[in-house]
């Protein structure tokens, strides 16, 4: 599967976007990574011999200078992937107001400012804008109050921002994983039984890699997939859709 020519990966730092990014490279793609762990991008930015930017996409000063420079390194950008987001497993009564809303800037707003400063600029010539969101937007969970809210309205998100812009063949997509076995998730995954717990719950007994959900996030950026728009893929190990017990 073709790559596209150039792209900008938010959150490279991750364990989703760091795989992403690899894959990206070999495939031949120009890239611009961008995130706020400084030593991660250095490191991921050496071995792959590409731009790396500071940004707090939360912020969205800093993201409006981030997408300006990285159009100048790149010229036109054909994709996007915003790997940033985070993990709250807390029932509502007990989710601070603080918590609630340090949710909601990682993982909904951040993806509005990014939008906000690049749908004009990708509408010139279209390309593909892909988000990360969860299963636990598509199926109720206990204890994910905020992160639920926060990815539903993410999916929200893509699907109207699809809409809007599919006059100008620009596609907007999102991955929605399970638990995925990367550092954000290292709490739950280092922790024998809650991992076993995280286990049972997908239907095919264990958690996704990194690579997996990279793999998706390829799929919908590649240039050989060009009528796909408005689509939430689930890469959750049946989480979202299965029952078996």
Same mark, same amino acid.
């Given at each position: 599967?073709?790559?596209?020519?150039?792209?900008?990966?938010?959150?490279?730092?991750?364990?989703?976007?760091?795989?992403l990014?690899?894959?990206?490279?070999?495939?031949?793609?120009?890239?611009?990574?961008?995130?706020?762990n400084?030593?991660?991008?250095k490191?991921?930015?050496?071995e792959?011999?590409?731009?790396?930017?500071l940004c707090?996409?939360?912020?969205?000063? =800093?993201?409006?200078?981030c997408?300006?420079?990285a159009?100048e390194?790149?010229?036109?950008?054909?994709?996007?992937a915003?790997c940033?987001?985070?993990?709250?497993?807390?029932?509502?009564h007990l989710?601070?107001?603080?918590?609630w809303?340090?949710?909601?800037?990682?993982?909904?707003?951040?993806?509005f400012?990014l939008?906000?400063?690049?749908?004009?600029?990708m509408?010139k010539?279209?390309?593909?804008?892909a988000?990360v969101?969860?299963?636990?937007? =598509?199926?109720?969970l206990?204890?994910? =109050?905020?992160?639920?809210?926060?990815?539903?309205?993410?999916?929200?998100?893509?699907?109207?921002?699809?809409?809007?812009?599919?006059r100008n063949?620009?596609?907007?997509?999102?991955?929605?994983p399970?638990l995925?076995?990367?550092?954000?998730?290292?709490?739950?995954?280092?922790?024998?039984?809650a991992?076993?717990f995280?286990?049972?719950?997908?239907?095919?007994?264990?958690?996704?890699?990194?690579?997996?959900?990279?793999?998706?996030?390829?799929?919908?950026l590649?240039?050989?997939?060009?009528?796909?728009?408005?689509q939430?893929?689930s890469?959750?190990g049946?989480?979202?859709s299965l029952?078996?017990?």
């Amino acid at each position: 599967m073709n790559g596209p020519k150039t792209a900008l990966i938010t959150g490279a730092n991750g364990g989703i976007g760091s795989a992403l990014a690899r894959k990206l490279h070999s495939a031949g793609t120009r890239l611009v990574l961008a995130g706020r762990n400084e030593v991660a991008l250095k490191e991921l930015s050496a071995e792959l011999g590409v731009k790396f930017l500071l940004c707090d996409f939360t912020q969205p000063d =800093e993201v409006a200078s981030c997408i300006t420079l990285a159009i100048e390194e790149l010229g036109e950008i054909e994709a996007v992937a915003h790997c940033i987001g985070s993990i709250l497993l807390k029932p509502a009564h007990l989710t601070s107001i603080p918590d609630w809303q340090s949710v909601m800037d990682t993982n909904l707003n951040s993806a509005f400012y990014l939008l906000h400063n690049l749908a004009r600029a990708m509408s010139k010539s279209g390309g593909s804008i892909a988000f990360v969101t969860s299963a636990a937007a =598509e199926k109720g969970l206990s204890n994910h =109050e905020a992160i639920a809210s926060a990815k539903a309205g993410l999916a929200g998100l893509t699907r109207s921002a699809a809409a809007t812009y599919a006059r100008n063949q620009l596609r907007v997509n999102c991955v929605a994983p399970g638990l995925t076995d990367t550092p954000l998730a290292a709490p739950i995954t280092n922790n024998e039984s809650a991992r076993k717990f995280s286990e049972a719950m997908h239907p095919l007994g264990r958690l996704g890699t990194p690579n997996e959900i990279a793999s998706a996030l390829f799929f919908l950026l590649s240039p050989d997939n060009t009528w796909i728009t408005g689509q939430s893929l689930s890469v959750d190990g049946g989480l979202s859709s299965l029952q078996t017990k």
